[in-house]
Structures are given as C-alpha cells and as structure tokens.
T-cell receptor
Framework: NAGVTQTPKFRVLKTGQSMTLLCAQD?????MYWYRQDPGMGLRLIHY???????AKGEVPDGYNVSRLKKQNFLLGLESAAPSQTSVYFC????????????????FGPGTRLTVL | GENVEQHPSTLSVQEGDSAVIKCTYS??????FPWYKQELGKRPQLIID?????GEKKDQRIAVTLNKTAKHFSLHITETQPEDSAVYFC??????????????FGQGTTLQVKP
C-alpha cells in the first residue's frame, strides 16, 4: 500500500516550457487535491476533484490545468511555465466523511520541487 | 473570503517547555479543525484533529482546544522534545466541504525545540 505518490520528485523548467505532474493514490479515495507550498504562505489549493471525471478550481488556479480521467490519478499541468510557479507542489487525497479515516483527513504525497528559470 | 490566520510564524522553546500555536478562522460554518506536522523536506502529516462538537482533545503530549464563539483553536505541546521541531499547520473546513473535503490552511508555524 503505497498511499499517495507523486512524479517527478524534482524538475527544472525554462520559462514557457510545459510539464505534467502526476499524482496517484491506491486508497480508493474519492477526493484529490493539488496544493502549492511557498515560504510563509502555507498550503494553497490550486485545483481539486471530487470524483473521476470532475475537477474544480481552488484558491490559486491561474496558469494550471488538471484532469482526473481515472479515480486513482490526478494530473496537474503547466502549459507555459513562469518563474512565479517555482514552488513545492503537493498532492493529497481524502475519503468521504464517515469512512475509516478521520473526517476530511487529507493524506499527502511526498511533493514535487519545481524550479522555473 | 474564507481565511485561517495562524500565529506565531516562528516559535523557539527549550526542551521540556510547552509550546502553544493559535489559529483563528473566518467561516462560522467550519466544523473540523486538523493540525498537520511537516518535518523538513517531508510531507505534511495529520497529528491531531477536533470537531466542532468538542471543546478539547488530547493525545499524549499534544492537545487541541476549540472556542467556537471566538472562532479560534489552539495546539498545545507539553514536555517538548527536539523531535517536535517542525512546521505545524492548522486548517479548517471550507465552505461546501461536506461535498468536497476542502480545507483552508494557516500560514504555518516553525517550531524549534532547543536541547
């Protein structure tokens, strides 16, 4: 049981390049989330999904797109990377309230450190 | 909009002392308040949580208190140890979270426990 995994772990991009971050979870969770973490700003929600085939905008969605074609995977795309997108990106998943885990407990992946030059 | 404010941003204590981190939230409908610990270079992990129908919850050396009227909640760590050194995040459920599981996180507190 791997929990939540993310690939890649590190990446360096040039301004204008594109990339996709992959998040996978093997806990059969309905909800998945993408956050970015910047010093002094906590975890800010980029996009989230409440189930396969659904996505919604979070607090800071501009410049990012997401897809959830399979329940276990949640992809985060950067179409044209900018230096302001240099950050650590975390994926998380959670199950419906009333499940075996604490209500709304989110399980995080190990993170992806992205640098945009 | 929805907001969670966390203080202090940094906290330094001597080993064995207590540490307290405080958070306030803006959405009176928030009903679940987790605390996450993030060690350097690692992922955030849940350490304790509290629901709005409870005023206090303890788990060994850590405890969380909730004041719904004042819309604030606090994390208390007693008998601190060097391994408690980490960044701590508070969070609160966001509007519509019953159908989305969304959380709003505070800005984080860097706790340093000096041996």
């Amino acid at each position: 049981n791997a929990g939540v995994t993310q690939t890649p772990k590190f990446r360096v991009l040039k301004t204008g390049q594109s990339m996709t971050l992959l998040c996978a979870q093997d806990m059969n969770h309905e909800y998945m989330y993408w956050y970015r973490q910047d010093p002094g700003m906590g975890l800010r929600l980029i996009h989230y999904s409440v189930g396969e085939g659904t996505t919604a905008k979070g607090e800071v969605p501009d410049g990012y797109n997401v897809s959830r074609l399979k329940k276990q995977n949640f992809l985060l795309g950067l179409e044209s990377a900018a230096p302001s997108q240099t950050s650590v990106y975390f994926c998380a998943s959670s199950t419906l309230a009333g499940g075996t885990s604490s209500y709304n407990e989110q399980f995080f992946g190990p993170g992806t450190r992205l640098t945009v030059l | 909009g929805e907001n969670v404010e966390q203080h202090p941003s940094t906290l330094s204590v001597q080993e064995g002392d207590s540490a307290v981190i405080k958070c306030t939230y803006s959405d009176s409908a928030s009903n679940y308040f987790p605390w996450y610990k993030q060690e350097l270079g690692k992922r955030p992990q849940l350490i304790i949580d509290i629901r709005s129908n409870v005023g206090e919850k303890k788990d060994q050396r850590i405890a969380v208190t909730l004041n719904k009227t004042a819309k604030h909640f606090s994390l208390h760590i007693t008998e601190t140890q060097p391994e408690d050194s980490a960044v701590y995040f508070c969070a609160a459920t966001a509007h519509g979270s019953s159908n989305t599981g969304k959380l709003i996180f505070g800005q984080g507190t860097t706790l340093q426990v000096k041996p």
